[in-house]
């Protein structure tokens, strides 16, 4: 298991293209930092979601109701007065956008208007949050989950640390799916086993034995060991991080 502080883009492999970020406990913070990290080492970065997510605080956008996808803000110049976040900070040589249609009932952004392969083909890279947890550390997915786009280069799979030695009913979203797939009760605990059980079976369903895993929260493990059996359960490597 490698655990790292910082620099994810290179540990989680990232290759220009479209990159989906799938699973819970984290997902959000991970686009937002690995564009961070792309765009600060010169890249063009698109942040956006196949599905829907609330904007990413401190990233610039247009505001349109209709196409978010305009030209990139380029480092240099504030894209609103008086603007502090760290692109504005002039900690940048790259250009970062979020793309979405926005629905103002909710304030969240569902995908672009226009395609993410036509997107990538003015982007270096295309990031995209490509499913939902409802906040929860640990999820299941159903039918229609993950929307990964076609011609994706990079999934990157997220677990939540801290839902491992939680009660599988509060800490997985989707937890009837989660019993089914690995036979146990919804009162049960989400052990580092259960929690690889349920992604191997994922994995195979959906084709996605490439992904790579990131576990994150590790911070917040009463049990260090945790990870080291998730791992092996999971018989795989992982990438372990704890990203605030």
């Not at 926005?102 to 270096?124: M, V």
């Not at 640990?138 to 989950?145: G, R, V």
Request: aromatic share 4%; charged share 20%.
């Amino acid at each position: 298991m490698e655990t790292v502080s910082g620099n994810l883009a290179s540990a989680l492999r990232i290759e220009p293209g479209i990159t989906a970020i799938i699973g819970s406990g984290g997902k959000s913070t991970l686009l937002k930092t690995l564009g961070l990290e792309l765009m600060r080492a010169g890249g063009r970065v698109l942040l956006c979601t196949t599905t829907r997510m609330f904007p990413v605080a401190g990233v610039p956008w247009d505001g349109s109701s209709r196409r978010l996808d305009a030209a990139p803000w380029k480092p240099g110049a504030s894209h609103a007065p008086g603007c502090t976040c760290e692109a504005c900070a002039g900690l940048v040589r790259g250009s970062i956008c979020q793309a979405g249609v926005l629905d103002p009932e909710t304030g969240k952004l569902s995908s672009p208007a226009e395609p993410l392969d036509q997107l990538a083909q003015r982007f270096d890279y295309v990031l995209a949050e490509a499913d939902g947890s409802k906040r929860l550390p640990l999820k299941a997915h159903a039918p229609w989950e993950p929307v990964v786009p076609a011609g994706t280069a990079n999934v990157i799979w997220v677990v939540g640390a801290s839902g491992l030695g939680k009660p599988i009913n509060e800490a997985v979203h989707r937890p009837e799916l989660f019993c089914e797939r690995c036979g146990c009760e919804l009162t049960d605990i989400a052990t580092p086993e259960r929690v690889a059980q349920v992604l191997n079976s994922e994995m195979q369903a959906l084709g996605l034995s490439t992904a790579r895993v990131m576990l994150n929260q590790v911070d917040t493990l009463a049990d260090s060991t945790m990870a080291d059996r998730f791992q092996v359960a999971l018989s795989r490597p992982i990438i372990a991080t704890s990203l605030k």
